[in-house]
């Protein structure tokens, strides 16, 4: 029978090899039950049968596309397997994004129309369930994985990208999304901060190893120098740093980059 745990709610996995399936893993270690939101039900069953193997509780729901009616079916249906009375929903994080590199006179309305919707009106819909959700419960206990005490409720977190605050060639529509979605997450950390919710968004300035990255950089030096390259299990872990954060200081934003990046060394 399920315990009363606190629930995670994680969009966004990809293949399982990158900061979603990596915040998964760290909060399930935590205690936490894990819903996992993502296209491709074999990735989701995959990830949620290694939670489950190593003592967690995790369950995939697989959505066909990002759009708000899918984000909303899924919370209807995570809130049937993991009702509040039981799993009180903790900690989501919206780690879904979509975006083209093309030359902006190549760039058609629907690919960023397709942007914009995953980006933007998927993350406004994610946003809406898990706040609704949160405004419902009292405050968080010490046991329930966070540090709040009985001043917080949950904690929504973004994951961004550095074209949540600078454009560049052949970017336009990733940074025509990812601005949406900091000024939506600066909003909501403006209007319901006030009522006991932490909202944080993460620019992550760097590439991260993951499947498509490997296939993309398809360079085997590359994958084996840590100092040129974000990982996703730190990304994790400084999330979990966020929930854990006393309620009187907040952090709204962090901007993730590996330090060498920042020395400039090997640039």
Known sequence: MSSVRPLFIVAGIGNGTGTGASAARLFSQ?????????????SLNKLAKELNQHGGEAVGFPVQD?????IRAAFAAIRAHFPPSSSRLRVALFN?????????LETTDEELRDSLDVNVAAAFAFSQEVITD????????PNEGGQ????????????????????????????????????????????????NIHVAHSIIDGEI?????????????????????????????????????????WTWEIDLVNMFQICGVGS
């Open 134 to 141: 949160f405004l419902k419960l009292e405050f968080e206990e």
């Open 209 to 249: 190893l993951t499947d498509r990255t490997r296939t993309m950089v398809n360079n085997p030096e590359w994958e084996t120098n840590v100092d040129g390259r974000v990982d996703s299990n730190s990304i994790a872990k400084a999330y979990l740093d966020l929930v854990q954060q006393d309620s009187s200081a």
């Open 96 to 104: 879904a994004a979509h975006g083209v590199w093309k030359p902006f």
């Open 66 to 70: 990002y759009s708000p009616n899918s």
């Open 30 to 42: 935590k205690g936490y039950k894990v819903a996992l939101i993502s296209r491709g039900p074999e």
């Open 148 to 195: 709040g005490g009985a001043r917080k409720r949950g904690t929504l977190l973004f994951t961004a990208a550095l074209a949540s605050i600078r454009g560049n060639a052949t970017i336009s529509t990733i940074a025509a999304g990812k601005h949406g979605l900091r000024g939506l997450s600066q909003s909501l950390a403006k209007e319901f901060g006030k009522k």
